[in-house]
């Protein structure tokens, strides 16, 4: 049998004979795209075949990111987050490259794996299995997106701690059940690691909110509020996105003031007609 990858979204797919149905149901909803010429499926072996790098970056230590060169799926950036009691895999590769899962394994391997929401489900059972089935964490809300149902999947809600100073949040927006990781950092200024839920901009020091980013689809102003909200407990100075982009300082700051300025424009606020 064959572990089918969806070649648009990159979210991993059941163990069958044949791909598992002509259009991808995560592709097919309004927050992502079929394209033009229709589903293309690939295969881990067909990933590994393609001449292709892997990029890693230590952004401070404990905090490694990950990319695949040239992207496959939706190309995000993964992210290591290692403590003394284990690590955690953020938002999953959705291509176990080998040289990956070797620099993996020399850092210490893995202790859970979650992604902030369904587009970034990757091969989250295939690192689980790769690394001795730990928990992949899974938003309740969000089971239903679940392609490749697994054992290892748990479900959470709410706030919930994996690790000693590594706490899923629960901010909803993009995917209801969407999350964000807030770690502890050494340096005491604390990380947020976001989907799409929150999204670094080119600018300097904003961010963004969107439900869906390839088609241009906003939130409401409650679901923008509701995001902040749930932030508001936690410090955190530092801020990185799926994307590769990242707020490396007055982060919390800048959900306040990108939630205030992108509230005042949907609501028309700052409509000069209004």
Same mark, same amino acid.
């Given at each position: ?86 690590? #955690? ?6 291509? @176990?490259? +080998? ?6 394994? &020399? /850092?210490? %391997? ?112 409650? #679901? ?6 749930? @932030?508001? +407990? ?6 990185? &996105? /799926?994307? %590769? ?30």
């Amino acid at each position: 049998m064959t572990i089918w990858i969806c070649s648009t979204c990159g979210v991993e797919h059941p163990d069958t004979a044949r791909p598992p149905r002509d259009t991808c149901r995560i592709c097919a909803d309004d927050r992502q795209w079929v394209p033009v010429d229709g589903q293309h499926w690939t295969t881990a072996g067909e990933l590994d075949a393609e001449e292709h790098r892997v990029e890693s970056e230590e952004l401070r230590p404990g905090l490694h990111r990950f990319h695949r060169q040239p992207s496959f799926g939706i190309g995000q950036w993964s992210h290591l987050v290692r403590t003394p009691d284990g690590n #955690l895999l953020w938002d999953p590769p959705n291509h @176990l490259a +080998p040289e990956l899962v070797a620099e993996i394994e &020399g /850092l210490g %391997g893995l202790s859970v794996v979650v992604a902030s929401h369904p587009h970034m489900f990757g091969c989250q059972v295939g690192w689980s299995r790769r690394f001795g089935d730990v928990p992949v964490l899974v938003h309740s809300a969000d089971r239903e997106w679940v392609q490749r149902d697994d054992p290892v999947i748990t479900e959470w809600r709410g706030v919930e701690t994996v690790l000693p100073g590594v706490t899923l949040i629960e901010v909803g927006g993009h995917f209801p059940g969407a999350a964000v990781a807030h770690v502890t950092s050494p340096d005491g200024r604390g990380d947020l690691l976001v989907g799409d839920s929150i999204m670094p901009t080119p600018a300097t020091g904003w961010v963004t909110f969107l439900r869906s980013y390839p088609n241009g689809i906003p939130l409401s102003p409650a #679901l923008v509020r509701r995001i902040v909200d749930a @932030l508001e +407990p936690y410090e955190f100075d530092r801020m990185y &996105g /799926l994307a %590769g982009r990242a707020v490396l300082t007055g982060a919390k700051d800048a959900v306040h003031r990108s939630a205030d300025r992108y509230i005042a424009w949907v609501s028309g606020e700052n409509d000069p007609l209004g």
